[in-house]
């Protein structure tokens, strides 16, 4: 019987290890970049930002730069509208963040990976007008969220 278990246990171990294909990538695609790989990517223009939130996006990775591939390097700009814009709450897995503000103020909350808890039943509850913007909703159901938590 412990022969079974253990046999039975070995080959769990041989079909769990089969799914795990990790490597690094070909050393060859970090020495093989072009002059026109090195483009700005678009960081230095202004996007408009008459959208609901008032903010807008602009990702660089390497669709828009294709030096940076093999670096596991992406980065964003946030055009924020002159009044007050938000960028609604989102998750980074396994991501690092730096904030870099060239003018004026900025506002960030770094939370944990319980969202909902961390949202709508903090301690200190995030102001009704922020979580309505971001998450699209009335403030009758943001009331009814916070009340739930």
Known sequence: MKVACLYLAFNLLILASSFASAYD???????????????????????????SVGSVVTPVNIDQIPGLNTLSISLVRIDYAPNGGLNPPH????????????????????????????????????????????FQLSKKIVKYLQSRF
């Open 25 to 51: 990538p070909s050393l060859l695609q970090d020495f093989c970049v072009a002059v026109n790989d090195t483009n700005n990517g678009g960081l230095n223009i202004p996007k408009s930002t008459s959208n």
């Open 91 to 134: 998750t980074h897995p396994r991501g690092t963040k730096i904030l870099v503000v060239l003018e004026g103020i900025l506002y960030v909350g770094f939370v944990t990976s319980t969202i909902a808890n961390t949202v709508f039943g903090s301690n200190l509850p995030v102001n009704l007008d922020v979580l309505t913007t971001a």
